[in-house]
């Protein structure tokens, strides 16, 4: 079987084949940095990580562009009440995007083009557009993408149904769904943009770019930078944004490049906050901060992401977080027993056989199970099933028989997995302080042992539990970790 992808484009799912393989251009809108990014967005962020990383177990060699919007209506508006420039307000919200990423394990793209940066780019497509005659100037000075003469326009969204008030305009970003009028590729400045430092001179007046304008030029540079192509292979976002902006950023691109803008369109889903949509008024709005503060193991975080198919709404609720911690906690304790059995084969005491077969077998299943699933347009559930079976199937193969140079085959196949997946379970980092504690009630539990004073033994062992300190006796001595 081979990869196969929801197309909203077609509404079917597809076998993926890239324009030039094995080189893969992905385009994914980033963060507007207006404010932190809520676990809403950072649900499509990492399920476009997830994209990547499996194209990445694939084979593909995949180059990752993420546009940040540090200009449009929103941005403005709250560097605007907080009497800052644009700048020195979305500085703090870019540097904050990047530490929820690194914290929620999320591979960096290998482009961050960000929109104030990218303005030459954004000119020159607003110019090729008006050379076409597509796009017009508007009596209020701004500059306008004509609708009614890009023909196949409403494609993505299917708005061929609605109805469509051509030669009406919208100037704002955000307008409604049901109002698919001309919209504004160059917005003229005004003085509230003049404030904040957010407009630009252009051969067709002063202003700024409209956000749907910014992701068509920064994507087009970059695929054309890197790869000398004016198609990308995929684009991928939230629902919320196959209209208008997707929408948008197909009919800007095509009517100017004459080629299709992208060949797969991929969306997550919405994310709810306890059985409802996440809100500041109902007090179940969540930033990937507060997760972080509530020591949240990103590991259990990205597990409960795994656990619903992208194309469903997921549901994030603190039983479902704590159930997903557990499951890590589960995997973590598998992968360090098969790591730990592999290395000591011969020195196991406790009278296992020692045979080569059955993990090695469960494991190779597991990995044809795990790539169908993933094939089979990114069916994370299934894959994570998968995994879980071969924890509970490999500890009782290990309770059996200990495992010969077949726990090397079944690391090999866990790193594998877990390279696309990443949920083995965030290193604890323990004060040397508490380390001598630790090390210091070992020893004095081990000599008790040996002078056979089993109830101070067993007291030192409670002890350590008390703290959260969890022990177990190896042939190579005494392990511990916090539980
Ligand atoms: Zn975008």
Partial sequence: MTLALYNTLTRRVEPFAPLVPPRVTLYTC????????HIGNFRTFLFEDLLRRHLQYSGYDVFHIMNLTDVDDRTIKAAASAGKRLEEHTAPFVQAFFEDRDYLRIQPAHAYPRATQSVPAMIRLVDRLLERGIAYTGED?????A???????????????????????????????????????????????????????????????GWHLECSAMSLEQIGLCCRVETLDIHAGGVDLIFPHHEDEIAQSEAATGEPFARYWLHAEFLNVR????????????????????????????????????????????????????GVKRLGEFYERVRRETENPNGLPDGRGKRDGRLAELAARFETEFRAALDDDLNAPRACAALFQLVHDGNAAL????????????????????GVLDILPTTKTVEPAVVRWVEERIAARDKARKSKDFKAADRIRAELMAKGVEIEDTPSGTKWRLA
């Fill in 399 to 418: 309770d059996a028989e200990a495992p010969g140079s077949e726990g090397g085959v079944a690391l090999g196949v866990l790193d594998r997995a877990l």
């Fill in 30 to 37: 980033g963060p507007t940095v207006w404010n932190y990014a």
């Fill in 275 to 326: 059985g409802s949509k996440m809100s500041k008024r109902f007090g179940n709005f969540l930033t990937v901060r507060d997760l972080r503060d509530q020591g949240a193991d990103a590991a259990a975080v990205r597990l409960l992401f795994w656990q619903t198919h992208y194309r469903k709404a997921l549901d994030f609720t603190d039983e479902a977080l704590a159930a997903a911690a557990a």
């Fill in 141 to 145: 000075g701004s500059i306008y993408f």
């Fill in 147 to 209: 609708i009614a003469r890009f023909s196949t326009y409403g494609r993505l969204s299917r708005l061929e149904t609605r109805e469509l008030k051509v030669g009406a305009r919208v100037a704002s970003d955000e307008y409604g769904k049901d109002d698919p009028r001309d919209f504004a590729l160059w917005k003229k400045a005004e003085p509230a943009d003049e404030q904040v430092g957010a407009a630009w001179d252009a051969p067709f007046g002063r202003g700024r770019p």
